[in-house]
């Protein structure tokens, strides 16, 4: 039996845990150094810069009450987090953009990504705080905001961007990033914020580089740029749709049995299942091999070779879908605080909000559960040998 660790199979290259070495480090000054600086708990926090951030637009301390500064702690701490998501995602992308990515990082993105929905849920869960603010309080300041809005947060634009998500996927009509873009022509958003927006407006995603890393699965043992691959992959794919036709098929003859549904409807919706994972499969006429690689992880997730793939598939489907709670809770929150009023950005409020709870950036991630067979109605994988613990015979 042919053995193969992770790294071969999605040509990657070797184990990062020889690169730096625990015996490799250069000796560093000690903080405790007698002669050194004394590194005390505010400084090192940078606690008096900290602290003197809330006081609101006026810049006098204190800020005129308890209400309005617990607004804005409100508003400082979910920047601070989005801040924190931002390098968790660049490190991610940088990790899994790699033209070859050593076995070794997928752990690594993985952690990354699961900081990130542990991020959102806690953020969810902290729209409560905000909701301790009655309606009355927050009219009794609400005013003083002018036109400011969450919808003005770069930050939140360049995660969203970082993730994936594109003009074309959000609320018809709502352009946020035109939006700061004319902030910042009147001198109202700072140069590099802007810039570090634009490189993502033009950068990888993380989307991008998912489907890039998907696209080199090896599929019933065939590696991406081996010879015949194309056939392996098309064979995989038709027999995968033979098995969603076969499943069907006895669908409708067990419903039709039990007088549940006519044979015609049933057999056009279960038709329309399979043609819409064929088209999914082949969206122009020809395979898209990263679909295929999603599919075959998704199919044959017990291979120990497609442990750490199909966590790292979890990992982001976890991460959208913390980020949709964290959208929701939002929408409920301003929901309960203004009602179904404008919003002093100038959208339409909580049906605005309610409406970017649809977004789905890695939507194939969330499309090949639709097509999925109980795995001993498949086609057993080729070369499942392949696909074991390295080290095996
Ligand atoms: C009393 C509290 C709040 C109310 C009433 C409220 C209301 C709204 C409304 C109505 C919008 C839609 C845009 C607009 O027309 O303004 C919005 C967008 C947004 N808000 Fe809030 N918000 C509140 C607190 C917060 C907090 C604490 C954050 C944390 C940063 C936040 C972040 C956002 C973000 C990121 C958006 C843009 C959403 C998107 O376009 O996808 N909001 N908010």
């Known amino acids: 039996m042919r053995s193969i660790s992770i790294a071969v199979a999605f040509a990657i290259g070797r184990s990062t845990f020889d690169a730096g070495g625990f015996s490799g480090r250069r000796a560093r000054p000690s903080r405790m150094d007698p002669n050194g600086p004394r590194i005390t708990y505010a400084g090192y926090l940078r606690l008096n810069e900290l602290l003197g951030l809330q006081a609101g637009p006026d810049g006098h301390l204190p800020v005129p009450c308890a209400d309005e500064q617990h607004f804005i702690v409100v508003h400082q701490t979910y920047e601070l987090w989005f801040k924190q998501v931002l390098t ?10 790699q033209p070859s990515v050593p076995e070794g990082d997928i752990p690594r993105v993985v952690r990354h990504l699961e900081r990130v929905s542990e991020i959102f849920r806690l953020l969810s869960a902290q729209w409560k705080v905000m909701e301790t603010l009655a309606p009355q309080e927050f009219l009794a300041f609400r005013d003083r905001l002018g036109t400011s809005s969450g919808f003005e947060s770069w930050q939140m634009r360049a995660l969203e961007l970082t993730l994936g998500l594109s003009d074309e996927q959000r609320v018809e009509g709502a352009d946020p990033i035109g939006h700061l873009r004319r902030l910042h022509s009147v001198g109202d958003m700072s140069d590099a914020a802007l810039a570090d927006l634009e490189a993502r407006v ?17 599929i019933d043992g065939s590696l991406a740029d081996a010879e015949g691959d194309g056939a392996v992959v098309a064979a995989f794919v038709d027999g995968h749709l033979a098995a969603m036709r076969s499943h069907a ?4 003859a067990r419903m039709v049995a039990v007088g549940q549904g006519e044979p015609e409807a049933l057999e056009r919706r279960m038709s329309a299942g399979v043609d819409g994972a064929a088209t999914f499969l082949r969206p122009e006429g020809s395979i898209d091999r ?7 992880i998704e199919s044959h997730r017990h291979l120990p070779l497609l442990a750490w793939p199909r966590r790292l598939i979890d990992t982001v489907v976890e991460v959208e879908q913390s980020m949709l709670a964290f959208r929701h809770a939002h929408a409920r929150m301003v929901e309960r605080m203004i009602g179904r009023r404008m919003g ?6 909580v049906d605005y909000l309610d409406a970017t709870t649809r977004y789905r950036i ?17 086609p057993q994988p080729r070369d499942a040998a392949f696909y074991g613990f390295a080290g095996s015979d």
């Open 362 to 378: 890695f939507t194939e991630l969330w499309a090949v559960r639709t097509m999925l067979v109980k795995e001993a109605r498949l």
């Open 202 to 218: 033009d950068g990888t995603s993380l989307h991008d580089v998912l489907l890039a890393w998907l696209g080199r699965t090896p």
């Open 344 to 349: 002093t950005g100038g959208s339409a409020g």
């Open 290 to 296: 990263a679909r295929a690689g999603l599919l075959f």
């Open 249 to 252: 098929d006895e669908v409708i």
């Open 88 to 97: 968790e995602l660049d490190a991610s992308v940088r990790l899994l953009g």
